[in-house]
């Protein structure tokens, strides 16, 4: 699996951009965390369902519900951690296929997970501005969300197992 990892090379530059973009996004955790949930639902009207702690808050209610946020928080800091380590593959392989068999367990989709990625760089367009998510920048976030995505498969696909 991680030879997955490996084979993406991400270089030097694009680990920048990621980890500087990631950056101005954790100046404002709360503020991120809605948006990311409030884009994704907007986008996947049927994934609210999913989320036992806050499926059945209006949708006009998310931003400002104290669950959404805890959930929202929890998943900024995941990724946080992801690209704190950006240049650990061993460490990022073990961390995703943890995320895809915790996923996996909770009958979350592969399809899901690609659809997320729309979101979330969506997001970091419309909030960084042209200038600095720039096509290099998109380019480079496209590229380690498709390492994401075939790292943690097996791991959704297979989540019982150690
Ligand atoms: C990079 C992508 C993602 C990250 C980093 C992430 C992170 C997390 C974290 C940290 C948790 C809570 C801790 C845990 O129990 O594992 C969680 C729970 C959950 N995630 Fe994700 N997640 C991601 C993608 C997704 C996607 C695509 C879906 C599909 C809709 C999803 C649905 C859920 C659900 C339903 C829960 C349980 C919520 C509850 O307790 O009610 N996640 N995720």
Do not use: C
């Amino acid at each position: 699996m991680s030879e997955e990892a490996d084979k993406a090379g991400l270089t030097a530059t694009e680990k920048n951009l990621i980890r500087n973009t990631w950056a101005l996004v954790k100046q404002d955790v709360p503020g991120n965390a809605y948006d990311l949930f409030i884009r994704f639902f907007d986008e996947n009207p049927t994934y609210q369902q999913l989320f036992k702690s806050f499926k059945n808050v209006p949708k006009s209610e998310l931003r400002g519900n104290k669950k959404v946020l805890a959930h929202g928080t929890n998943v900024l800091y995941a990724i946080s951690m992801l690209v704190d380590n950006i240049d650990d593959t061993e460490v990022l392989v073990e961390m995703l296929t943890k995320l895809g068999r915790n996923h996996g367990n909770r009958r979350i989709s592969y399809d899901m997970f690609v659809n997320l990625e729309k979101t979330l760089v969506g997001l970091l367009a419309d909030k960084l501005g042209p200038t600095v998510m720039t096509q290099d920048a998109v380019n480079a976030w496209k590229k380690t969300y498709g390492v994401i995505l075939s790292v943690l498969k097996p791991g959704l696909e297979s989540p019982d197992a150690d």
